[in-house]
């Protein structure tokens, strides 16, 4: 009895038990079911996306152009590889679309992803081992280019797939690229500008990326009614520069030559539209590629971020106060040489002690600092220079619409201070701000605020969102000073005595400038023939300026006997000299020579050898694009102005692959956009190889790659210049 007793005891209590559980597991299931929630997780919520796919659709960054619309900077299609190595999801297929074969997928795979074949057998065994759907190669299979691409997708072999994902792609490397900036992927994956144009209009080049949504089975495969949602995408604006892409082209050309002859430490140099404040070019040395980041010298745009001491183009804004204030006479005499007042310690001289008793017109193309020294103490005093400095905002930034802006200083706190200022030497200036002073020269007294962003566009409606209006920031001179500050200037290039004679004219054009010889400075001024930075500031047309250019070139490596406006003036004839003809500007010289512009006429449907007889007429160069009787597109449209000597490429109705060896970057991009081919392109220079051959025949798309290579050293034949070697910084 007792035995039953406490059986019947255990047996309530483990139904006790049982009811307990029961219920408490069927009180759970019920607040389940009621609910939907574990923990505070939505059971449908979590199914659903458990069973979704869930893709981001990218918005497609805005594209920056130059003001005709050339592309500068532009979303490129990259492509990541991964591999499916799950065998289910070639269940019931005649054909795998797993990798079915490891070792035979490594092999070929390795050598097109620079990889070791024992590397790419360890991504796809561990992945198998780990019951893994899809494995991916890390960097060496990510941003591969459609080439790679191709190539792989060749060896058709199962399981191997590819994601398409958008990379920041610069066609033309180098070109302006400080100006343009550079924009890569953060740690989020979303293309964010550094530097640049791309990091101070980040907000508006910036898209909105989509999403799409759908319901998929454990293959990854959708669903027959997948539940799917689509969210658009919308790209971000696109934006155009002031900057020419042709003036640009000169520009950038001439500057890499000059590094290729002289090898200097610096170069910065700029274009502006004096009566827009449009900076039509702009560049600097050392640059870099935005496309190649290895070994990048210089991040910044040293024309607005780098202040300098201006040596003596700061002469033409000490002669335009002493004008205005009604000081300055021409014709009135002084001793030069050396110059000294009680007040300084060391007399103030001139880098040739010889001139003797001359007039102040004479000083000024001498580039004499006794005769600016003198304007600013004896004739217009201290505190009314100051005035006039401030009046042309060297005491400012220019407001520029570039990013890290600096502006120069002006020391003036000791009276050996404010005369060495008059000359450009101990206060700095940043080259912008030097140009934005000089607008007022060429431009009637009006000196207007530089600026590069011209408008910003929807990039789907083309409507503008934001467009920039030229802005007068100040009127330090009238009229009647800017034109006799001209007349002066010019002067300095005419005159036999002026420090710009035979070195800075052009042959088509007059010219009013300025040289510049500024002593480096590191804890004290540097000596030796190289240590200079070599500048000038010249205005074209003189009568009516339609351009301004401000060059600068630091420690270049000159021959003995060199003078150190030989790579400063390279640059300036060039760009000035193209750049005009370019513009159309009516030449103000009466001795003319056979340099000129030609209004490109209508060539499409035209005859091959007729448009090519009558443009090689013209003394253009022309490239015929295959063997076709009639020309389908041409690298010049109809009515555009074309310089002689112009490189033109046409387009036959069959196109076949040129030798493009000797070509340069800008022609290579033209024949590229001309012909849709996918372009690729390594080094700096001219063409020294492609991968299509000569004669191959070329469609949409076609891909090619194409090596570059500086061209060889070349002499320079040597110019006639003046006595006037700018040898110290009282040049």
Known sequence: MKKNKTTSTMANLFILIFVVIFLTLSGRFLYIQATGEIQGIDLQEWADDRRTNNYAIEANRGTIYDRNGMDLAQDRATYSLYAIVDEAYSTNLDNPKHVDNVDKTAE?????????????????????????????????????????????????????????????????????????????????????????????????????????????????????????????????????????????????????????DYNPARITATVIDPKTGEILAMSNRPSYNPNDLENVENWYNDVVSTPIEPGSTMKAFTLAAAIEEGVYNGDELYESGSYKIDEIEKPITDYNQSWGLIPFD????????????????????TETFLEYLNAFHFDQNTGIDLPREQAGTILYNYTI?????????????????????????????????????????????GQIVEETESEVVGNPISEETANQVLDILETVVTEED?????????????????TGTAQLSQGGYLTGANNYI????????????????????????????????????????NVMENSLHYLNIQPDKEEQETVATYTFPEVIGESVDEVKANLEENDLKVTM?????????????????????????????????????????RNVIELGELVDLDLEYIGSGYATSQSVKTGSDIGENTYMMVEFSPPENTEEESEDESEEETTSEND
């Open 498 to 514: 002026g420090t710009a004679h035979n070195i800075y004219n052009l042959s088509d054009y007059s010219v009013a400038g300025k």
């Open 417 to 461: 201070e404010k005369l060495t200022t008059a000359y450009g030497q101990g206060s700095t200036v940043t080259p912008i701000q030097l140009i934005q002073a000089a607008t007022a020269l060429a431009n009637d007294g009006n000196m207007m605020k530089p600026y590069v962003i011209s408008k910003i566009t929807d990039s789907e409606t």
């Open 362 to 381: 004479e000083g000024i193309r001498r580039s004499s600092n006794v005769a600016v020294s003198k304007l600013v103490w004896e004739k217009m005093g």
């Open 534 to 573: 070599f500048s000038f500031l010249g205005m074209a047309p003189k009568e009516d300026p339609e351009l301004i250019m401000y060059i600068t070139v630091q420690q270049p490596e000159l021959e003995v006997g060199e003078a150190g406006s030989a790579p400063v003036s390279y640059i300036f004839k």
């Open 625 to 665: 694009i295959g063997n076709g009787e009639s020309v389908t597109a041409s690298s010049v449209t109809s009515g555009e102005k074309v310089v002689s000597g112009e490189h033109i490429l046409l387009v036959t109705d069959n196109p076949t692959m040129p030798n493009i060896t000797g070509w340069s970057l």
């Open 108 to 260: 070929a795979l390795a050598p097109l992803l620079d990889m070791e074949v024992a590397e790419v057998k360890s991504v796809l065994q561990t992945g198998i081992e780990n019951d893994k759907f899809q494995v991916e190669f890390g960097a060496n299979g990510s941003q591969l280019s459609q080439e790679v691409k191709l190539d792989i997708e060749a060896l058709d072999l199962p399981g191997i797939n590819f994601d398409e994902e958008a990379k920041r792609y610069y066609p033309n490397g180098t070109f302006a690229s400080q100006i343009i900036g550079l924009a890569q992927k953060n740690d989020d994956s979303i293309i964010t500008g550094i530097t640049g144009i791309e990091a101070q209009l980040d907000d508006y080049l910036q898209g909105t990326n989509g999403s799409i949504s759908y319901k998929r089975d454990k293959y990854n495969t959708k669903l027959l009614d997948p539940d799917e949602i689509i969210q658009e995408e919308e790209d971000g604006d696109n934006v155009y520069l002031t900057i020419d892409q042709k003036i640009q082209t000169f520009l950038e050309d001439a500057m890499s030559q000059v590094v290729e």
